[in-house]
């Protein structure tokens, strides 16, 4: 498996020195947050995680030709909307995980109210950091509708209900899962590059190609990580793995197979780097980000 490219490593390390401690401060939430909503809101907000959908907002409005530090409001914010979808999502009444990002998860180490009022609060100070703090506020609106957009009925939260559907009656097609993960998991990637693009100031043509390329590689994401439930390992993942067959989840290897997933994982990846063509050299960390997730083991 190839590794991560050393200069790519770099870069995202670098990108996390400006996520985390911006992030950071806005946890000071002041004395009208109870401590313990506040406590339970950084217990998984700086867990850790790869920071991959900030990173992409920060990169692509780099590769647009904007200052990546221009971009820190949407990229906390939409890591915000993130966590607050991984803390749900592990609830007892969806997946029912006791393990993310390497510690307990939210409603293990609180409690179930406490865990869902954390992740309401993720969701709305999303928005409020970004109507603050975004700039101008032209670009700031534009990013509440991508982000409202993509996080909402029609995208995550629509996704994340056809996925729990799915549970209880088995879907038949291919198109029927692939809208699924689109949705639950596409659609906040792709918004990671539509709100890069708008920050950057992207012209058309070139916020289309990042557009498109999110959602090739938002859709190999969840790919990877329906693979990494049957492949991966625990301690690497920092959650739990071979979990989706026993809960009776549909997922690309549960339709595909292992071998035939992979490759439709590829095939993505190879048509995310063929749409970021015409921008050429400014596309390298796209590229790689690519590589990244065809390749993870986390
Ligand atoms: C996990 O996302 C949930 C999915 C959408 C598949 P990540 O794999 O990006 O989780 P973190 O942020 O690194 O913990
Ligand atoms: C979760 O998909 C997608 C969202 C949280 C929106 P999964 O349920 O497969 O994610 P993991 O495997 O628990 O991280
Ligand atoms: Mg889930
Ligand atoms: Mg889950
Ligand atoms: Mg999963």
Redesign the pocket.
């Known amino acids: 498996m190839p590794e991560t490219p050393s200069d790519l490593k770099q870069a995202l390390v670098q990108l996390q020195e400006l996520i985390e401690p911006q992030l950071e401060q806005y946890l000071e939430l002041g004395p009208h947050c109870p401590d313990r909503l506040r406590d339970s809101i950084g217990y998984s907000l700086m867990a850790g995680g790869k920071r991959l959908r900030p990173a992409l907002v920060l990169i692509a409005c780099e590769a647009c030709g904007g200052n990546p530090q221009d971009a820190l409001p949407a990229a906390c914010a939409i890591e915000m909307i993130h966590t607050y979808?991984?803390i749900h999502?592990?609830l007892p009444a969806m997946?029912d995980?006791e393990l993310r990002r390497g510690r307990s998860t939210n409603h293990i180490q609180f409690d179930e109210a406490t865990a869902i009022l954390a992740g309401d609060a993720l969701l709305t100070y999303a928005f409020e950091v970004i109507a603050q703090h975004q700039k101008p506020e032209t670009v700031a609106l534009s990013c509440i509708q991508e982000l409202s957009n993509a996080a909402g009925p029609t995208g995550?939260v629509g996704?994340?209900m056809a996925?729990l559907q799915a549970e209880q009656q088995a879907l038949s097609t291919l198109e029927e899962l692939e809208q699924i993960h689109l949705r639950?998991?596409g659609r906040?990637l792709r918004a990671a590059l539509r709100m890069g693009a708008y920050i950057g100031n992207a012209d058309e043509n070139t916020r289309v190609a990042l557009s498109d390329y999110g959602e090739c590689i938002g859709l190999a994401f969840?790919i990877t990580?329906?693979l990494l439930?049957i492949t991966g390992n625990q301690e690497k993942m920092g959650?739990a793995v071979q979990k989706?067959q026993g809960i009776g989840k549909t997922t690309y290897p549960g339709l595909l197979g292992v071998e035939e997933s992979r490759l439709k994982a590829e095939n993505l990846i190879q048509r995310a780097a063929e749409l970021l063509e015409p921008l050429g050299n400014k596309a390298q960390k796209l590229n790689q980000l690519g590589q990244f997730i065809l390749n993870r083991d986390h």
Request: glycine share 6%; aromatic share 0%; net charge negative.
């Open positions: 979808s991984l999502d592990d997946d995980d995550m996704g994340q996925d639950k998991t906040l969840q990580d329906d439930d959650k989706d």
